[in-house]
């Protein structure tokens, strides 16, 4: 099993819908969580952070984190093609440095 | 507040060549990651510095190695060129050590021939 887990996809959504990324992982320590955004050709771009237990919001991206599911997502509310991207899930696996998921290409049809 | 840089942006080597790779991190940031990133295999952590010294290390071989000079300032260097260790070397800077914030440099796109 690997330690943190994402669906390749593509996603497809429509522009204008609510996109849903989803992560899992497997320590049961960790502690940080993160979303990254990496478009084609780029370096990953921090986008979202995340400690406890719940939601956090910032603009139309929403992480919720349920550690007793060991689970991690990011909704991206009112999808823009500008949003068509691979997303990756990082998380603190309890080692003091993050590893990451795979990631999901996300596509944003207009 | 200038970003994360990273010299060079492309290289070419041949196998059995070794090249060092240089990372700057944002002002006021202790701690440089540096990070294996290819199409099979995903993004992998090769090393951590902090405060000058190896904190963490990956899963690689001995080949990869690094250091971080008192500015901060990182590199990484690989000898004895593999084919296999074409890719792209990402190296992320963070205020604190560990799994914390990292933000990412453009990367360094390495091709072994």
């Known amino acids: 099993q690997k330690e943190v887990e994402q669906n390749s996809g593509p996603l497809s959504v429509p522009e204008g819908a609510i996109a849903s990324l989803n992560c899992t992982y497997s320590?049961?320590?960790?502690?940080?969580f993160f979303w990254y955004r990496q478009y084609s050709g780029k370096s990953p771009e921090l986008i979202m952070s995340?400690?406890?237990?719940g939601d956090k919001e910032d603009g139309r991206f929403t992480a919720q984190l349920n550690k007793a599911s060991q689970y991690v997502s990011l909704l991206i509310r009112d999808s823009q093609p500008s949003d068509s991207a691979t997303y990756l899930c990082?998380?603190?696996?309890?080692?003091?440095?993050?590893?990451f998921g795979s990631g999901t290409r996300l596509q944003v049809q207009p | 507040k200038a970003g994360v840089t990273q010299t060079p942006r492309y290289l070419i080597k041949t196998r059995g060549q070794q090249v060092t790779l240089s990372c700057s991190p944002i002002?006021?940031?202790?701690?440089v990651s540096w990070y294996q990133q290819t199409p099979g295999q995903g993004l992998q952590f090769l090393f951590e510095?902090?405060?000058?010294?190896?904190?963490n290390k990956g899963n690689f071989p001995g080949r990869f190695s690094g250091r971080q000079f008192s500015n901060s300032r990182s590199e990484m260097n690989v000898s004895t060129l593999e084919l296999g260790d074409s890719a792209l070397y990402l190296c992320?800077?963070?205020?604190?050590?560990?799994?914390?914030?990292?933000?990412f440099g453009p990367g360094t796109r390495l091709t072994v021939t």
């Open positions: 992320a800077s963070s205020l604190r050590q560990g799994g914390y914030e990292q933000y």
């Open positions: 320590d049961r320590g960790s502690q940080s």
């Open positions: 995340i400690y406890s237990n």
């Open positions: 990082a998380v603190d696996t309890g080692r003091r440095a993050l590893t």
């Open positions: 002002s006021g940031h202790r701690s």
């Open positions: 510095y902090f405060s000058e010294t190896q904190r």
